[in-house]
């Protein structure tokens, strides 16, 4: 694609190092070495850039409060064909590309799960030549950064934008736009028309920061677009005499400044759980009523009609976080373009498609309907009458009072998200094939029984280009070695390798790939952690958020029934093991933050105990992110997908895992059931209840922990190290861990599921005994997670919700 060669590159690198810094490439500091870097690249893409955003497909505008991108630098290198050029022309001029690439810094703009498959999808968007782009948030503060003291969880603010400016970002602010807060909402008759004035209300500008999306060497670049809230005129500081008639006093003015800014501030640290913070509301108006101002806008300029924006624009909202689309598109349409109720409520609907995320209660998104009045009166308006309609269509088909006032949109005190989702959208998806079952047989059963036709699934995925070809470079050139490189494509190519399962060559090579992974995160942890790691070891691994219902309690009480059994019994036949755990904590889940101190405090005691000769060694990574997870996924051998079966929708690192050759260990939940269907029995350990049995437990009741704890040694055993100073260095941590088993009875059967994890580790154990085997498992699974790849994911949107009916 870019017609330039190594001279001119590292000419335009030389200008731009003379005209941004006017220094010399020797004087250069890495950070300054990045910047120029990526301000070269952004220029050779420029061009493409603008083609792509002016193409007139059908266009998907993808909603999101979370885009968790990682780095980008590698990843853009390779996307468009150029890390040999650059690498070589950076080492004649005497400066390392990996030192550039370790140099970037990681914008965590998101929590776990939702926010790194929106990243994977904007990539296998551009990539698959979708016009597919990100509306987003522009947070000053992502989450936070993770410290350990005393093995106790701190949080330290992430101020990612040290240098006011992020590489990647252009900004647009001829392109800004004002979003309306609060205010009073006047109703006028005007020629048989009911027209909305909206006055008195507060302005914020929202100023639009683009990140190029560069698809795989296909010359496509699509855009995600951040937003950062502002004053609504630069001139209107609160030091200018001009706000200070305007407010009347500094004080006005300096909060009318507050009020603007503190929207984009931070991140709100939560996984799956909802808070119902006044600001939380502001922040999704905000990203809401910016794209969609900036989307009509732009629609308005390319003369389509309006009528028809449906059949030229696909919207998609990624949880119910950006649900205020529905009312904001309706106001839009009636108040600003003049279209009927029915008109504009029929464009909404079928312009709009949700995603569900969790089937958990506590993340349900419930809004007081005096907050949402208050902060959006026009928009609270149009809910009223969504809701007035809706209510009214369902009274004509049932007599059931009850089931009418569980289906409606507001009820006595608040506005469900997740129900105007589903009316007010044509699609509604679950992320794995389990989790879109529980929504049509439980957890929206009503509504599927409604609309069947609205409902289906997309099994998650992930993007194979980060998460194998950059993360795992070794692992991607055997592959190509042996099938040819078209599974960069399409990743169903994969399916060729497992004609060598039993060639103990290609074995072997799988098996020092796999090796020298592990001997990199051993060195890394080394470095930073100061605990020996051994490579020959199995590396067992859980890192994702840390929640009571991914049960990393299962896991360390499981570690800690090890370390009974080698203490009592000298002989004890076990492999050496390495536990590795990486999870932040939201920081007001006292439960998850406990779990964490106490892994902690039994990794302490264990590391330092001689007597188990090393064993087992348990580490957990501070700070875990997106980085980290590219430097410890290659190295896994055993993926700990442990969630109480039901619970977790689908999860995506246990994708990452199969694909560079772990071996699952789990739960038939979330899209773990797929993994097992594309692998079978032999190549996978699964454990613990299914989903019947969950439901049924939770429905009828029948387990009772205490009871489970007094007949089973070696429960008992492990339960009572929380409680009796056998693990030092703890304060009430234990004793609440233990409440939350005995005393409230083990609401995620970590106990019920005990002794089946025991077993099932114990075949872990004796599997790795038989090493060929193992690698020959190993590369099964690599050859049968095609299917994970987020390009299949994002096909299936595309084809079956995005344009239905038009591609
Ligand atoms: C999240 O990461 C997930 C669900 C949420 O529900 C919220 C957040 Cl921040 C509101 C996760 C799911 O827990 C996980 O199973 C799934 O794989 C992921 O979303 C992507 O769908």
Not at 677 to 689: R, S, T
Request: hydrophobic fraction near 35%; glycine fraction near 4%; charged fraction near 25%.
């Amino acid at each position: 694609m870019v017609t330039f060669n190594k001279k001119k590159f590292k000419q335009l690198f030389e200008n731009k190092m003379y005209s941004i810094y006017a220094q010399s490439i020797e004087e250069a500091n890495n950070e300054q070495l990045l910047t120029i870097l990526s301000s070269v690249i952004k220029d050779i893409i420029s061009k493409k850039w603008i083609e792509t955003r002016l193409s007139c497909e059908k266009e998907v505008y993808y909603f999101s409060i979370e885009f968790l991108m990682g780095r980008q630098l590698k990843s853009n290198l390779l996307n468009l064909d150029i890390q040999k050029t650059i690498k070589d022309g950076l080492q004649e001029m005497g400066i390392s590309l990996d030192d550039l690439i370790n140099a970037e810094g990681d914008p965590a703009l998101g929590n776990g799960g939702l926010g790194r498959l929106a990243a994977c999808f904007l990539d296998s968007m551009a990539s698959l030549n979708i016009s597919g782009h990100g509306y987003g948030l522009r947070y000053k503060y992502g989450l936070f950064e993770q410290k350990f003291v005393n093995g106790y969880q701190v949080e330290v603010p992430d101020n990612w934008l040290t240098q006011g400016s992020y590489i990647w970002e252009t900004v647009r602010p001829n392109k800004a736009i004002v979003v309306k807060f609060e205010g009073k909402v006047y109703l006028v008759e005007e020629n048989n028309k009911l027209k909305a004035y909206h006055k008195n209300y507060i302005p914020v500008m929202a100023i639009p920061y683009d990140i190029p999306i560069i698809g795989y060497q296909n010359e496509y670049i699509n855009t995600l677009r951040l937003f950062k809230s502002e004053v609504i005129n630069r001139d209107f500081g609160p030091l200018t005499s001009n706000a200070k008639n305007h407010f009347g006093s500094y004080e006005e003015a300096l909060k009318y400044k507050y009020y603007t800014e503190e929207i984009s501030q931070s991140l709100y640290p939560n996984d799956s759980n909802y808070a119902g913070k006044l600001l939380r509301l502001k922040q999704e108006y905000f990203l809401v009523s910016a794209g969609m101002q900036d989307i009509i806008r732009k629609y308005k300029k390319s003369k389509l009609n309006i009528l028809d924006l449906s059949k030229n624009i696909a919207i998609h909202i990624n949880d119910t976080h950006p649900t205020l689309c529905i009312p904001e598109l309706m106001r839009i349409l009636i108040d600003e373009e003049q279209l009927s109720w029915d008109e504009a409520w029929c464009i909404t609907k079928n312009t709009i498609s949700y995603t569900n995320h969790t089937i958990m209660a506590e993340a349900m998104e419930k809004w007081p309907i005096d907050m949402m009045k208050k902060l959006l009166p026009r928009i609270y308006m149009i809910i009223e009458e969504i809701n007035r309609r809706y209510v009214q269509n369902l009274n004509n088909k049932y007599n059931d009072h009850e089931k009418i006032k569980r289906m409606s949109i507001i009820n006595h005190e608040n506005i469900s998200m997740a129900n105007l989702c589903i009316v007010g959208s044509h699609s509604v998806n679950g992320v794995a094939a389990l989790h879109t079952d529980l929504l049509k047989k439980e957890v929206l059963n009503e509504f599927y029984d409604d609309e069947p036709e609205k409902f289906n699934n997309k099994t998650n995925g992930i993007a194979h280009r980060r998460w194998v070809m950059n993360c795992n470079e070794d692992l991607s050139d055997l592959i190509t070695d042996l099938i040819g490189d078209k599974w960069k494509k399409d990743t169903l190519q994969l399916k060729e390798l497992e004609k060598y399962k039993n060639n103990s060559q290609v074995l072997s090579k799988l098996n020092n790939i796999k090796y020298s992974n592990k001997k990199r995160l051993a060195d890394f942890i080394s470095k930073e952690y100061n605990i020996e790691i051994n490579p020959n070891s199995i590396y067992d691994v859980q890192i994702k958020r840390l929640h009571a219902y991914k049960r990393q309690l299962l896991n360390v009480l499981h570690i800690l029934h090890l370390y009974h059994e080698l203490l009592e019994n000298p002989n004890f036949d076990m492999e050496p093991r390495t536990f590795i755990f990486g999870a932040k904590a939201a920081p007001g889940y006292d439960l998850a933050k406990c779990i964490i101190k106490f892994i902690n405090s039994v990794a302490n005691k264990i590391n330092n105990d001689e007597k188990i000769e090393n064993k087992i060694k348990v580490v957990f990574v501070e700070n875990y992110g997106v980085s980290l997870a590219e430097i410890i996924i290659p190295a896994a051998d055993v993926s700990e997908q442990i969630s109480t079966t039901t619970k977790e929708a689908s999860g995506t690192s246990n994708m990452k895992f199969m694909m560079n050759g772990a071996i699952t260990l789990a739960t038939l939940d979330g899209a773990n059931v797929e993994i097992y269907e594309q692998v079978g029995d032999e190549n996978i350990i699964l454990f613990g209840l299914k989903a019947s049995q969950v439901l049924n437990y939770n429905k009828y009741g029948g387990y009772s922990a205490l009871d489970l704890y007094n007949s089973n040694r070696y429960i008992k055993r492990v339960v009572d190290d929380l409680i009796n100073g056998f693990i030092p260095n703890m304060g009430n941590e234990g004793r609440k861990i233990y409440d939350s088993l005995i005393t409230y009875n083990d609401e995620y059967f970590v106990l019920r599921d005990f002794e089946n994890y025991i077993e099932a580790q114990y075949k872990v154990n004796e599997l790795y005994k038989q090493k060929e085997k193992w690698n020959s498992i190993s590369l099964v699974n690599i050859a049968n997670s095609g299917m994970f790849s987020s390009d299949r994911t994002i096909s299936e949107y595309a084809k079956y919700i995005w344009f239905k009916g038009v591609r």
